[in-house]
């Protein structure tokens, strides 16, 4: 017996041992890193970066694809199972919704250490500030462009529309099945049709929230804006196709499933790669609105914070700042001033060489310089923009086609339906 | 060759014991992870259902009662999905049925290949469902998909159709994958069935001059009585409530046209955060598998001994 | 029975083969399109009308699906999941069986009813409490946490198989045992078990395919990459940043062939499982 309990006391011992000596470790040996960027080129940037900094600092990052769509969802259960990562890049309302629920700290010291918010872009910033503090600080940006086939337009005789009623005359005028003119997202498990919706809305002078956060939704403005897609969707659009969803695009784009669409210089870039003959024949232009979405980096709450920030303030030096964006071009505009500048190291990158992978991410910084918002941050970040991708304004939509709901009904249910949402998403935050 | 009766020489002590009660021993193991991973969540999901469990903050704030049951049985999305999820069940299993009991028939009859037939049919069975899903989402495709181009060229339709994204389509086109999926489940077994009918049933049916269907009629069917019923009721407690066709072809759409009351239940919990409305959902959906267990345990009286 | 087929013995045969042709090719088509599909490279996957045969044959979208990032990571998850609950789900699995197949045992009745009823319990009733619980002990994100999961419906399964097939093992050879002097426990490791082999192979075959394929669980809770099953990770390229056809096509090919091979070789057992499941009990 008392063998065993010498035994018992050393085992003791050494571990105590062990653990003191553990925790007077300060340095993390690694830290974990979440993000969206699947394409194999990114998350290869994103790596040499993290190696890039284990060389100097010896703390490893260990990187995790979730994808945007998931990342929702993902971070609640990790979140509960105390498992979050160090580092989240995600969408902009995620960033609120985890800043809320106090997953992620203010990174104000970060965008010192970086140099200050002057350092920034103006636009970008905006959507990364809520209630006092920056919660993330952005990585890049992207506008949503007009991406049109040139050679299409020629043969009807038409020039690039601006105003809603050009895009629809040009939509009648080009449609020629089954190349279809400007094919409508309208799958209920996306947000494809809230956005397209959102960027038209702002023409006709409709709004989703007021600064109070109630939905406006229902509106005469936003009803006209409704009707429009409505008749875009008749003009344009394969026939009872209801299940397109966003990353439906690229395919759509290079396979001339369709010839217009509103979408990102991601889709110039899928061209370039997959099907350079259609790419040869397309061009962008402005939106009718500038719907600039930022991607936040966001420093999650929790023993390796410190380092956690340090990698960020890292990942904006200048020379892995731009290794990055040139991971995968065009598509990703810088947010910082200096690297947006004309002279700066990234418009010399050689994927520029190609005259539309260049005009593309100039007409993007054109979006960014101007100014704009991604959908319900009208007014700055908030946690109920994501209310408004949950699939309301598709299932209007499908609403008002299959079911031959009119237009000012659905509008109306839709808005309810949304502001039970929203209030129920108060309600849960005490707000 | 008699041996002595012998008995393990351990007299008293804890392992006669222990030996002895060994079937009891043996089933604590079940006793904890039923009562752990079953029995316990499913007395909790029943607490849920009268909260307001949200899945924002995983803490239910307040106990609302009946409310729950109240707005999901008060709202018209609630039978729309049930309506939906009797549509696709009884479609499904029907067509399964069917063609289960026509392959099964069929294989019965030929003399040789049957192996091979076997093998090849259960094809459809060894894809797991998101395998199944892409590979259908991809041959129903609206632009490319081939089945649109071999119907256009057989002239049976004019112009692509948008199986999963129609609200006409969608419904028809997961049953007719459920259908592909599970009928090679249905053959199997009832080919099995069909083997162990005794051969003096058949001679007494051709010795009365008994055609097919009557054959059908008098000796097969009512021999597959008892393993039709059994595949029945577990196919469609399973059929009912399946939630990843559905999920990963229309997830639901268009307007809920193929959203059924699990896949209801999963958005209401997920989607929109309320898990306390959720659980009341999947309550509802036990309703009805609870109903299907009584038939079975009513029909089948499994606990005799009979074989 | 004369020696000469008659004529209808003819075509009743005949049309039994044409109906299982045809059943043959609509069970195996999507299986060929697949693989057809996968092994094109891009400019041919979209051509109208679509070619039943690649042009070109590349390989590209196989290599890009396993320089996926995760893709070993996932398929070493999958693993894991499947066999940890394997062995536990049959392991117990038996353990309940001989119990319950033990003729004088007290509430075998009850407790086998359990066990078929735990088994028809539908996941989509569980998934939201095991969240709730498994997120509580701090087990999401984990491969202990999500076979825990997995044993809520293998197990009862398993316990339901094995329990038909020990049911059938004949009272005398146990009783030779016994007189012999054996313990129980004796019994049942060097008798029982070895004569109901062939439906423990049955078991752990279904458990583990059962497992491999499984996607709501992992679904909602293996989300890092050092958990993330294939299935999940599967899906997660639909929902990436472009709807990738070739990779996912590829990827989709990648899960199905292990599957069928595995289908192939063990039919035997698959075919004594199906059958097992649905004839007795």
Not at chain 1, 353 to 380: C, D, P, R, V, W
Not at chain 2, 23 to 50: C, D, E, K, R, V
Request: charged share 15%.
């Amino acid at each position: 017996m008392r063998r065993v309990l010498s035994l018992v006391l050393c085992l003791l011992l050494m571990m105590s041992i062990v653990s003191v000596g553990a925790m007077a470790e300060a340095k993390p040996e690694s830290i974990t890193f979440w993000m969206g960027y699947s394409q194999q080129s990114r998350v290869d940037a994103m790596e040499a970066i993290g190696q890039k900094y284990y060389e100097q600092t010896g703390v490893k990052v260990n990187f995790e694809v979730v994808t945007w769509p998931n990342t929702a969802e993902k971070w609640r259960a990790a979140y509960s199972a105390g498992q979050m990562p160090d580092i989240i890049i995600c969408l902009p309302d995620q960033a609120v919704a985890m800043f809320v629920a106090g997953a992620t700290i203010p990174v104000d010291d970060v965008i010192e250490a970086i140099g200050g918010t002057e350092k920034f872009l103006d636009s970008v910033l905006t959507e990364q500030f809520y209630d006092g503090s920056y919660m993330a600080v952005p990585h890049y940006a992207h506008d949503r462009l007009l991406i049109y086939r040139k050679d299409a337009l020629e043969a009807a005789g038409q020039s690039v529309p601006t105003t809603p009623e050009e895009y629809l005359a040009v939509t009648k005028a080009i449609n020629d099945p089954p190349s279809y003119a400007f094919q409508q997202l309208f799958n209920a498990s996306d947000y494809g049709s809230a956005f397209m919706l959102d960027i038209f809305m702002r023409t006709f002078g409709a709004q989703y929230f007021d600064e109070s956060y109630r939905i406006v939704f229902d509106s005469e403005e936003t009803v006209k804006a409704v009707e429009f897609l409505i008749d875009m969707y008749e003009a344009g659009s394969q026939p009872d196709a209801m299940d397109f969803i966003i990353n439906d695009q690229f395919t759509l784009l290079n396979t001339g499933a369709t010839l217009m669409t509103l979408d990102s210089a991601f889709t110039i870039k899928s061209a370039l790669d997959s099907a350079p003959e259609v790419a040869e024949k397309m061009d962008v232009a402005l939106a009718p609105a500038n719907y600039i979405t930022t991607f936040p980096v966001c420093v999650c709450d929790g023993e390796n914070a410190e380092t956690a920030k340090d990698f960020v303030r890292f990942m904006f030096e200048e020379d892995n700042y731009v290794d990055f964006l040139a991971s995968y071009q065009p598509g990703m505009n810088p947010t910082m001033k200096a690297t947006a500048a004309a002279d700066s190291a990234f418009w010399k990158l050689p994927v520029f060489e190609n005259a539309l992978a260049l005009k593309a991410s100039q007409t993007q910084a054109e979006g960014i310089e101007q100014g704009g918002y991604s959908i319900g941050n009208q007014f700055g970040a908030n946690p109920f923009s994501g209310v408004l991708t949950s699939g309301y304004v598709e299932e209007m939509f499908q609403d008002i086609i299959v079911n031959n709901v009119p237009v000012v009904d659905a509008v109306k249910v839709c808005a309810e339906r949304m502001q039970e949402a929203v209030d129920e998403q108060k309600d849960a935050l005490g707000w | 060759m008699m041996r002595q009766q012998k008995k393990p020489n351990l007299g008293r002590s804890p392992g006669v014991w222990l030996d002895d009660h060994l079937a009891q021993i043996f089933l604590i193991p079940a006793l904890i992870l039923i009562a752990g991973l079953i029995a316990y969540p499913a007395a909790l999901t029943i607490y849920n259902s009268f909260t307001n469990l949200s899945m924002l903050t995983m803490k239910a704030t307040k106990f609302v009662g009946f409310q729950n049951y109240a707005t999901v049985l008060g709202g018209s999305e609630f039978w729309v999905s049930l309506r939906n999820s009797l549509v696709f069940t009884v479609g499904s299993i029907s067509g399964q049925l069917i063609l289960g009991m026509i392959g099964a028939l069929a294989l019965q009859r030929i003399p040789f290949g049957r192996t091979a037939f076997r093998v090849g049919l259960l094809v459809p069975w060894t894809f797991p469902s998101v395998a199944m899903t892409f590979v259908w989402d991809w041959m129903l495709d609206s632009g490319f998909g081939i089945i649109n181009f071999a119907l256009m060229g057989l002239g049976i339709i004019g112009e692509p159709i948008a199986w999963f994204g129609s609200r006409t389509w969608a419904m028809f086109s997961v049953i007719i994958m459920n259908i592909w999926f599970g009928a090679p489940f249905m053959m199997l077994a009832l080919n099995a069935g069909l083997q162990t009918i005794p051969s003096d049933y058949y001679e007494v049916g051709k010795i009365e001059g008994a055609n097919f269907f009557q054959r059908l009629r008098y000796i097969i069917l009512p021999s597959l009585k008892k393993i039709v019923g059994v595949l029945l009721i577990l196919r469609t407690i399973w059929v009912f409530n399946n939630y990843d066709f559905i999920f990963l072809t229309t997830g639901g759409g268009p307007a809920k046209a193929t959203q059924t009351v699990s896949i209801m239940a999963y958005f209401t919990a997920w989607k929109r955060s309320a898990m306390g409305r959720g659980s009341a959902i999947t309550i509802l959906l036990l309703v009805f598998v609870a109903v299907m267990i009584a038939l079975y345990f009513k029909f089948f009286k499994i606990d005799s001994e009979e074989a | 029975m004369g020696k000469s087929l008659n004529r209808a013995e003819n075509t009743a045969r005949g049309g039994a083969y044409v109906i299982l042709l045809l059943m043959l090719v609509a069970a195996v088509f999507p299986l060929f399109w697949m693989i057809s599909s996968a092994l094109r490279p891009y400019s041919e996957l979209f051509t109208r009308p679509p070619m039943l045969l690649p042009n070109t044959y590349t390989l590209e979208w196989f290599r890009k699906v396993l320089n996926y990032s995760n893709f070993a990571q996932s398929l070493l998850n999958s693993l894991i999941v499947a066999l940890g609950t394997t062995v536990v789900s049959v392991v117990v699995g038996c353990m309940t069986a001989y119990s319950l197949s033990r003729p004088k045992l007290r509430g075998k009745n009850l407790f086998s009813r359990v066990i078929l009823i735990a088994y028809m319990f539908p996941p989509i009733i569980l998934v939201i409490p095991l969240f709730q619980i498994i997120c509580g002990m701090n087990l999401a994100n984990t491969h202990l946490g999500l076979i825990l999961t997995h044993i809520t419906f293998s197990f009862p399964f398993s316990a339901w198989m094995l329990l038909s097939y020990f049911k059938t093992i004949p009272r005398d050879i146990e009783e030779a045992s016994r007189v012999d002097g054996a313990t129980n426990l004796r019994t049942f490791v060097q008798i029982i078990l070895p004569l109901t082999a062939p439906s423990i192979v049955t078991a752990a075959t279904f458990t583990f395919i059962n497992s491999w394929n499984e996607f709501l669980y992992a679904f909602v809770l293996a989300n890092s990459n050092a958990t993330k099953t294939l299935t999940v990770s599967l899906q997660a390229v639909k929902g990436g940043e472009m709807m990738e056809w070739g990779v996912v096509l590829a990827w989709s090919a990648m899960l199905v062939i292990p599957s069928l091979i595995f289908f192939a070789c063990l039919s035997k057992y698959i075919v004594a499982g199906l059958t097992a499941g649905a004839v007795k009990g």
